[in-house]
């Protein structure tokens, strides 16, 4: 098994960032409102997530670290509408494989937190009392440390960290009632209060991207789109989400070039969060699951274009 959970690694857990996605995403499918993230020199030498989520049982602490251990799929239909964000059920293990793991967790039911701890290749966790609020803690300590050739794959601490942001904007931007701290090296880097949807995005895209953005907000049948969009030479801030997770689709890009009728070299910058009824997409395309098929894409092409046109005259006026 301990070769599975390092082949899976591969696939989870390709640098710091990755790892930081897979243990936030489990505190946001756990219902936390406050997560914080610390790190060590770009998240290699340490990785510390703490929510206050609900935590883990004693009895379900080390089974967490178990290959295709997930509570969040019971039967094969969940595959269909997926809504929590993991449901693979192997980051922890493919994340233990390659580093030293302690899981710290309390649910509200226990009067006292529980830890277990695994490293590598031993995997036979082991459980002791600990004190910690309700919620739970990840820490990771040596990223790689038994797979050094993935270790040399790792770039500057800088770079890993540049990553890390990226990530923690984009989560961040589709969570706005989640708090999130981010440290690095001892030092608050990032500190995002829950707040209104508006509010985030100004927090994370800056005040110049909203002052020249014009809103979406429309909705037709079981579709419903929202966001800001602006056209700009820099067109870093990218970021769209259906159902709430960040894809990479062309869709959207389209509907844009589309609608701006575009001028060859004009890029657009946006942020647009899109809700349609989950039986209507598949997400589970990519391990990384960043890419999804819609599966009336034409409709749905065509009503993210009509949004923005509306968005663009209603602007005019
Ligand atoms: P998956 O998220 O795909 O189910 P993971 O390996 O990421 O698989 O996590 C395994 C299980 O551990 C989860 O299904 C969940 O029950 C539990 N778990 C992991 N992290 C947390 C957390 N922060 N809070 C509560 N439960 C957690
Ligand atoms: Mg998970």
């Keep these: 098994p301990q070769l599975a959970n390092q082949i899976a690694a591969g696939e989870v857990v390709e640098r710091p960032a990755s790892v930081i996605k897979e243990l936030v995403e489990n505190s946001l499918d756990a ?22 989520g609900c935590g883990i049982n004693k009895d379900e602490l080390a089974l967490a670290l178990a290959r295709h251990a997930t509570s969040k799929i019971s039967t094969l239909d969940d595959l269909d509408a997926i809504i929590s964000l993991g449901f693979r059920g192997e980051a922890l293990a493919s994340i233990s494989s390659v580093s030293r793991l302690t899981l710290t967790s309390r649910t509200a039911e226990q009067s ?34 038994n797979t050094p050739a993935r270790r040399r794959f790792l770039k500057t601490e800088k770079t890993e960290f540049m990553h890390i942001e990226e990530f923690v904007r984009r989560i ?36 110049v991207f909203m002052q020249k953005a014009v809103k979406l907000d429309w909705q037709h049948d079981d579709l419903v789109i929202q966001g800001w969009v602006t056209s700009s030479e820099n067109s870093e801030l990218q970021y769209f989400y259906v159902n709430g997770r960040v894809i990479k689709d062309k869709l959207l890009n389209h509907a844009l070039r589309q609608a701006y009728n575009s001028r ?54």
């Design 31 to 52: 219902g936390s409102t406050q997560i914080d993230i610390d790190l060590e020199q770009g998240g290699c030498k340490l990785i510390r997530i703490r929510d206050n």
């Design 112 to 145: 006292e937190a529980w830890q277990v701890y695994a490293e590598g290749r031993d995997m036979k966790p082991t459980i002791k009392p600990a004190a910690h609020p309700i919620g739970s803690t990840v820490e990771v300590l040596d990223l790689f440390y």
């Design 172 to 207: 961040a931007l589709s969570r706005p009632d989640v708090s999130f701290n981010l440290q690095h090296n001892g030092k608050l880097v990032k500190q995002y209060r829950a707040s209104e949807l508006e509010k985030r995005v100004e927090l994370v895209c800056g005040r």
């Design 264 to 317: 060859t070299h004009e890029q657009q910058s946006y942020v647009v969060f899109l809700q349609i009824d989950p039986k209507q997409v598949d997400v589970n395309v990519h391990p990384a699951k960043h890419e999804v098929r819609f599966h009336e894409a034409r409709l749905v092409h065509d009503f993210v274009y009509q949004a923005i046109v509306m968005a663009l005259e209603s602007n005019q006026q």
